[in-house]
């Protein structure tokens, strides 16, 4: 395999993996593969984002949301960047938040940085998966009431008693469902995430009347 027969398959792919590269061309052998895609990664022809996981240097990411699947798997996108995404928190983070029922980790990419938080097995529910550009790219990330949910979760001391909770400037459209997001805080059968849960639905619950 040539360099211009991988860059030709690669150009419709924002990131892809060595398995990738194998599927794409049967034929190659994986030990030769790899010393390839070692010489092209010091030639500046592709970027690597992780051991066995890479992008064309010339191919821009659009979206580095686009890459939190990829790097690791299973997670969903969360807290911050989530919040964010539903303009539900106004600061836009630097760092893409991502949950894992795997062990925390984070990863400094060329694209960013992308903090994996533990979160339970059972806790582990909540996501819808985007997909664009015809199917090819896609992330999981929290629905509205569950990115809410994880963030009390992850900061439950600072919702225990709603004390300099405005300093958050939550913010909530019309369509949050605060119904789902109360049922769901009783999936994690925590009795403290609930009464959090509660306080923050009569305080914000009010203001979409």
């Not at 992780?50 to 299973?74: Q, T």
């Not at 090819?136 to 909770?165: H, T, W």
């Not at 019309?174 to 997001?181: A, N, S, T, V, Y």
């Amino acid at each position: 395999m040539k360099f211009e027969e991988l860059r030709q398959k690669a150009m419709s792919y924002p990131v892809f993996a060595s398995n990738d590269i194998l599927k794409w061309f049967p034929k190659s052998k994986e030990s030769i593969l790899k010393v390839q895609l070692n010489l092209w990664v010091k030639k500046g022809y592709l970027q690597k984002v992780k051991r066995g996981l890479f992008h064309l240097a010339e191919v821009e990411i659009e979206d580095n949301f686009y890459l939190a699947e990829k790097i690791l798997s299973p997670s969903y996108i969360s807290l911050e960047s989530a919040l964010n995404y539903y303009s539900i928190i106004p600061d836009i983070p630097f760092i893409v938040t991502c949950l894992t029922p795997l062990t925390t980790r984070n990863f400094t990419t060329n694209s960013g940085q992308y903090n994996y938080h533990h979160i339970k097995k059972e806790y582990f529910f909540g996501w819808q998966t985007i997909y664009e550009h015809n199917k090819k790219f896609f992330y999981n990330i929290a629905c509205p009431e569950k990115a809410l949910l994880d963030f009390v979760y992850f900061n439950l001391s600072r919702f225990k008693n709603m004390q300099g909770i405005e300093e958050e400037r939550l913010y909530f459209e019309k369509d949050f469902l605060w119904g789902k997001f109360l049922k769901m805080s009783k999936m994690f059968k925590n009795e403290k995430i609930y009464q959090a849960a509660k306080n923050l639905k009569k305080l914000y619950e009010q203001d979409k009347i």
